[in-house]
């Protein structure tokens, strides 16, 4: 069986700092981000708990993929990119936690 994945982005309330993380469980692991179920990780220590922007594969290889492509961007792109989809910056987590 073959299992899809997701990449996501997540920020703090000023908005100052973002995060590309990828998932075969994407509630799953926005919980674990709310949560702060890893309290050292830098997204704890940020506080990046506000899913801004997702994206899902039909495979876990494809969405490791685009995880890096993004990771690869400047600033001003993801904002670009997070901006086509969601303007105003809300916070997606509880259309997704719904999943």
């Not at 075969?24 to 997204?43: E, G, N």
């Not at 594969?57 to 670009?80: D, G, N, P």
Request: net charge positive; glycine share 4%; aromatic share 14%.
């Amino acid at each position: 069986m073959v299992r899809g994945g997701c990449i996501y982005i997540t920020t703090n309330y000023q908005r100052s700092t973002l995060y590309i993380g990828v998932t075969s469980d994407l509630p799953y692991r926005i919980y674990q981000h709310r949560s702060k179920v890893y309290p050292a990780s830098f997204t704890a220590k940020y506080d990046l708990t506000l899913c801004v922007y997702y994206e899902v594969f039909t495979t876990i290889q494809e969405a490791i993929a685009r995880e890096k492509q993004l990771k690869r961007w400047s600033r001003t792109k993801k904002e670009m990119l997070i901006n086509q989809i969601n303007r105003e910056w809300k916070d997606l987590s509880s259309e997704i936690l719904e999943w």
